[in-house]
């Protein structure tokens, strides 16, 4: 089974400009989450999507959305990009269920994307 | 408001010796623990997770942690290391009870030297 895939792995852009990082969920996988990590901030949870709406939000400018299509693939997006967005984006996917949101759900993890801004 | 503190930034150990992470948290409310491991240059793999029942968890890779709820601590340990197990650990609390949104430590770098 292919795991988590993001693309593109490695991305630089200008302050200023807008950047669309894409995630591909686990075959079968209904939920995908994003998350930032940086060394200043550590790790911080962006948001999280479940067929197609977004079901948690983590505490983050409104220049920071993301969207789900309808094969759980996952888009996120960063406009106006500021220096400090510089970081490595995570993406997990996970089955989701009901309830409390799946957490007893595991979360696999891509390998991330390394977003530099000059 | 959960907040979460490791706290050793870096753990340096000798190879087949044992080790512990440490990790503190802090919540109003009931939570549940994550302890995940990151390898260099790769996303995070969940090593263990406390959710209810009993406070010694195992986990993969040979790793364990016991929950102690009047010490607000989730210790992470391994009886014996190998070389392999050079990551950063990082260990999360989120509310029980309601959505996954974790809050992060600022993660622990262990080194297993031969």
């Known amino acids: 089974k292919a795991g988590v895939t993001q693309t593109p792995r490695y991305l630089i852009k200008t302050r200023g400009q807008q950047v669309t990082l894409s995630c591909s969920p686990i075959?079968?996988?209904?939920?995908v989450s994003w998350y930032q990590q940086t060394p200043g901030q550590g790790l911080q949870f962006l948001f999280e999507?479940?067929?197609?709406?977004?079901?948690n939000k983590g505490n983050f400018p409104g220049r920071f959305s993301g969207r789900q299509f309808s094969n759980s693939r996952s888009e996120m997006n960063v406009s106006t990009l500021e220096l400090g967005d510089s970081a490595l984006y995570l993406c997990a996917s996970s089955l989701g269920g009901a309830g409390t949101s799946g957490i007893t759900d595991t979360q696999y993890f891509g390998p991330g994307t390394r977003l530099t801004v000059l | 408001a959960q907040s979460v503190t490791q706290l050793d930034s870096q753990v340096p150990v000798f190879e087949e010796a044992p080790v512990e992470l440490r990790c503190n948290y802090s919540?109003?409310?009931?939570?549940?623990l994550f302890w995940y491991v990151q390898y260099p240059n790769q996303g995070l793999q969940l090593l263990l997770k406390y959710l209810s029942g009993s406070t010694l968890v195992k986990g993969i890779n040979g790793f364990e942690a016991e929950f102690n709820k009047s010490q607000t601590s989730f210790h992470l340990r391994k009886p014996s290391v190998h070389i392999s197990d050079t990551a950063e650990y990082f260990c999360a609390v989120s509310r029980s009870g309601g959505s996954y949104i974790p809050t992060f430590g600022r993660g622990t770098s262990l080194i297993v030297h031969p």
């Open positions: 075959s079968g996988h209904r939920s």
């Open positions: 999507y479940f067929s197609e709406t977004q079901r």
């Open positions: 919540s109003s409310v009931s939570v549940y």
